[in-house]
């Protein structure tokens, strides 16, 4: 069952209870009230029926002072036939076990007329006879030396007749207000549920892989929260499918680089190989294989030694911090550089210290100024500056060159491991397309950013910023920071 018609049902049930609840309080109420209303009419009436056939009784006795039962029994008949009413009647009863007189309807059972008169005058007795409903009602007779009771019966049907009537027009009224509480519950309950179907609907399409989908229920209350909390986990599961879908991407772009990477280099070395087994005797040949052998060989361990470090950065392994000087780090870049790479880079620092790995900044520096390098080939005048600086609060590395630049197309790209803006170019040179990755991922591990700038046929700027440290917050000796 769904929650709209639970919910429409549950109303429907509230609103019948109450409804039976409250019109039967109320007409019970109302025939309770019409009841001792009319005991206390017919009570005084009784009252009054009383003394007069006392007096009646008295006047039949004369002066006789025994009450005998033949008087008593024809006085009671002559008050009867002088006051005779179809809704009503009297009997007379001596000691509560005998009836003297009585022109009581004969439909009414004996036990009900016994039960009177045991209750005694302050009580009252309700009994139904033929159809009709009478009430039972008891006085004794003050008369001197003999116990008589009368008794009377008054029909009441008036009475439950308001009753049933009240009765009918309140299932009547019930009725009505069932149907149109039932069709405002309906409606209440559907509008209510609306934004349950809402959060459904949406569920099963994310499930189904809509991952778009949302429910855009705009409420004030509790449901309209839990719509905001559920869009946002929607939004939150996109946005980590996206990012999976991107890494993985990127892992099969990877793989795919790199076995294109290994797979170019082995592919020729098992050539070269290959004839240098069919000639043997030829010298020339044989040099000319072993030299491009020797070269891609040098290219494929320096890949393996990128990988390795990429990997273990990869891995959030421990950095050897320790304090260093900006001068210390920028001269040992320039001494890994290989001998006679050109343009040779020109030196700028500002005296500054910073907490880093030394070797793995040492190696970004290396990397981001053999790219520079490479982009300064066959470009008269070009040159590169490895530079220091502080700007409000830290160190800030760059790499400048004026070489051939970076289309921006390729810009986002080139941190990309194996991404190669000139593949033929990068390769002839010994490059693989990693140096970037790494340099990023060397960055990211110092808590920095690698940040790039280049105009095509302009230049290219590398910029990487980590904290000053300063001379209050530092205690080394001068063979640490240099």
């Given at each position: 069952?769904?929650?709209?018609?639970?919910?429409?049902?549950?109303?429907?049930?509230?609103?019948?209870?109450?409804?039976?609840?409250?019109?039967?309080?109320?007409?019970?109420?109302?025939?309770?009230?019409?009841?001792?209303?009319?005991?206390?009419?017919?009570?005084?009436?009784?009252?009054?029926?009383?003394?007069?056939?006392?007096?009646?009784?008295?006047?039949?006795?004369?002066?006789?002072?025994?009450?005998?039962?033949?008087?008593?029994?024809?006085?009671?008949?002559?008050?009867?036939?002088?006051?005779?009413?179809?809704?009503?009647?009297?009997?007379?009863?001596?000691?509560?076990?005998?009836?003297?007189?009585?022109?009581?309807?004969?439909?009414?059972?004996?036990?009900?007329?016994?039960?009177?008169?045991?209750?005694?005058?302050?009580?009252?007795?309700?009994?139904?006879?033929?159809?009709?409903?009478?009430?039972?009602?008891?006085?004794?007779?003050?008369?001197?030396?003999?116990?008589?009771?009368?008794?009377?019966?008054?029909?009441?049907?008036?009475?439950?007749?308001?009753?049933?009537?009240?009765?009918?027009?309140?299932?009547?009224?019930?009725?009505?207000?069932?149907?149109?509480?039932?069709?405002?519950?309906?409606?209440?309950?559907?509008?209510?549920?609306?934004?349950?179907?809402?959060?459904?609907?949406?569920?099963?399409?994310?499930?189904?892989?809509?991952?778009?989908?949302?429910?855009?229920?705009?409420?004030?209350?509790?449901?309209?929260?839990?719509?905001?909390?559920?869009?946002?986990?929607?939004?939150?599961?996109?946005?980590?499918?996206?990012?999976?879908?991107?890494?993985?991407?990127?892992?099969?772009?990877?793989?795919?680089?790199?076995?294109?990477?290994?797979?170019?280099?082995?592919?020729?070395?098992?050539?070269?190989?290959?004839?240098?087994?069919?000639r043997p005797d030829d010298t020339?040949?044989?040099?000319?294989?072993?030299?491009?052998?020797?070269?891609?060989?040098?290219?494929?361990?320096?890949?393996?030694?990128?990988?390795?470090?990429?990997?273990?950065?990869?891995?959030?392994?421990?950095?050897?911090?320790?304090?260093?000087?900006?001068?210390?780090?920028?001269?040992?870049?320039?001494?890994?550089?290989?001998?006679?790479?050109?343009?040779?880079?020109?030196?700028?620092?500002?005296?500054?210290?910073?907490?880093?790995?030394?070797?793995?900044?040492?190696?970004?520096?290396?990397?981001?100024?053999?790219?520079?390098?490479?982009?300064?080939?066959?470009?008269?005048?070009?040159?590169?500056?490895?530079?220091?600086?502080?700007?409000?609060?830290?160190?800030?590395?760059?790499?400048?060159?004026?070489?051939?630049?970076?289309?921006?197309?390729?810009?986002?790209?080139?941190?990309?491991?194996?991404?190669?803006?000139?593949?033929?170019r990068s390769r002839d040179a010994?490059?693989?397309?990693?140096?970037?990755?790494?340099?990023?991922?060397?960055?990211?591990?110092?808590?920095?950013?690698?940040?790039?700038?280049?105009?095509?046929?302009?230049?290219?700027?590398?910029?990487?910023?980590?904290?000053?440290?300063?001379?209050?917050?530092?205690?080394?000796?001068?063979?640490?920071?240099?």
């Amino acid at each position: 069952m769904k929650f709209a018609t639970k919910l429409s049902t549950g109303c429907i049930a509230l609103l019948s209870c109450a409804l039976s609840a409250a019109g039967l309080l109320l007409i019970g109420q109302s025939f309770s009230g019409s009841l001792s209303s009319t005991r206390a009419v017919l009570h005084a009436q009784q009252e009054k029926e009383k003394y007069a056939l006392e007096r009646l009784i008295l006047q039949t006795a004369a002066d006789s002072a025994d009450f005998e039962n033949y008087i008593l029994a024809s006085a009671a008949q002559q008050y009867a036939e002088q006051t005779a009413d179809e809704g009503s009647g009297i009997s007379l009863w001596l000691d509560g076990a005998y009836a003297l007189y009585s022109d009581l309807p004969a439909t009414l059972p004996r036990a009900a007329l016994k039960q009177a008169l045991t209750d005694g005058e302050s009580a009252w007795q309700l009994t139904r006879a033929a159809g009709r409903w009478y009430m039972l009602l008891t006085q004794p007779l003050d008369l001197p030396g003999v116990q008589v009771e009368m008794l009377c019966a008054y029909e009441v049907s008036a009475v439950f007749a308001t009753r049933n009537a009240q009765l009918r027009a309140w299932l009547a009224a019930s009725a009505a207000l069932l149907a149109l509480g039932g069709g405002a519950a309906v409606m209440f309950s559907r509008r209510v549920t609306h934004p349950l179907t809402a959060l459904q609907a949406a569920s099963e399409k994310i499930a189904d892989g809509e991952y778009t989908q949302r429910t855009n229920v705009a409420t004030d209350d509790e449901i309209g929260t839990l719509s905001r909390s559920f869009d946002a986990m929607a939004s939150a599961v996109e946005s980590k499918i996206d990012e999976l879908a991107a890494k993985n991407q990127s892992q099969q772009d990877f793989i795919a680089a790199f076995t294109h990477e290994v797979k170019t280099p082995m592919t020729a070395m098992l050539g070269y190989a290959e004839l240098m087994r069919a000639r043997p005797d030829d010298t020339e040949t044989q040099r000319e294989a072993a030299g491009y052998i020797y070269h891609e060989t040098q290219r494929l361990e320096s890949l393996s030694r990128s990988l390795l470090t990429l990997m273990g950065l990869n891995r959030a392994g421990e950095l050897e911090w320790e304090l260093c000087k900006d001068a210390g780090l920028l001269m040992q870049t320039v001494r890994s550089l290989p001998r006679g790479s050109t343009p040779a880079p020109r030196i700028i620092s500002a005296g500054c210290v910073v907490r880093v790995d030394r070797g793995l900044w040492v190696n970004m520096l290396r990397n981001l100024t053999l790219n520079a390098q490479r982009a300064c080939q066959g470009i008269e005048g070009a040159s590169i500056t490895l530079r220091c600086e502080r700007r409000a609060g830290q160190a800030v590395f760059t790499v400048t060159d004026t070489g051939c630049g970076i289309p921006a197309a390729d810009l986002p790209r080139v941190t990309e491991a194996f991404y190669m803006v000139d593949k033929s170019r990068s390769r002839d040179a010994g490059g693989s397309g990693i140096g970037l990755a790494l340099c990023a991922r060397i960055a990211q591990a110092h808590g920095a950013k690698l940040e790039i700038t280049s105009t095509e046929n302009e230049g290219t700027t590398v910029t990487v910023a980590v904290p000053e440290i300063l001379p209050s917050e530092r205690e080394v000796n001068d063979d640490t920071q240099s």
